[in-house]
């Protein structure tokens, strides 16, 4: 079976590593999903956005509550999540083996997405800096 792409068609994602000695409160990270210099890259698109974060063993709790902003249709969206790592007996979620485990969630399964805004997202748990997350990331296919 052969695959072609179009215009239009097109997934974009963004990912960013987060400090070793953790992610303090107040820091937002901004992903932006498109590199806006190149000429061919779609600005609006009506797509599923999801959410993807990577954990290590030491990540001490069983679940993560983040808020998401976006732009999209001349709107403002903001989401808090709160997203489950480990199930009731301990056990990651996440796909993965050893230290490290990645979880995927889709916020909006039909969002209307301005490629050219970058998604917000922070840590909204009760502490001022969360060890054990390694990397968030955001996919929109």
Known sequence: MA???SRGERDYSRWQSLPADGWAYGDTLYLLPVDTGLPDNDTLVRR???LG??????YPYSNVWLEVAYTGSGRRYRYTLNIPLADIYGRW????FGSGYQRDVVIVPQADIDLTIPVEVRHVMRLDTLKGIDKIGILIE
């Open 93 to 96: 979620l996440g796909s993965g």
């Open 48 to 50: 599923s956005l999801h």
């Open 3 to 5: 695959a072609s792409c």
């Open 53 to 58: 974060l990577t954990h290590d063993n030491d």
